[in-house]
């Protein structure tokens, strides 16, 4: 007969450096071919005059910055993605006797 007075998880919580790395090297990934598409077009200096003239930069430190904006924003989305797939029978527990 199965006993049901325990919650059983899904399986066992990951380790920090997996949970980690399943967002950091997909945005990663994704953060360096959005940023060879998007200068393919864009000149970062060209940018740079049309919302910051008056900022020194060079193109080097603009594919840098455009690089990690990028990078942000994919972790952000993968973060998020990651939150969503949690398995929710961590989360849905019953209430303990009052």
Known sequence: ???????????????????VGAIAWPSFFAAGVSTMVFFAFVDPLVLRDMTFPGLPMTRELGYTLGFFVFWLATASSSFFTWILLRPSSRFNRALPPE
């Open 1 to 19: 007969m199965t006993d049901f007075s325990e919650p059983r998880l899904d399986h066992p919580p990951r380790p920090l450096a997996q949970r």
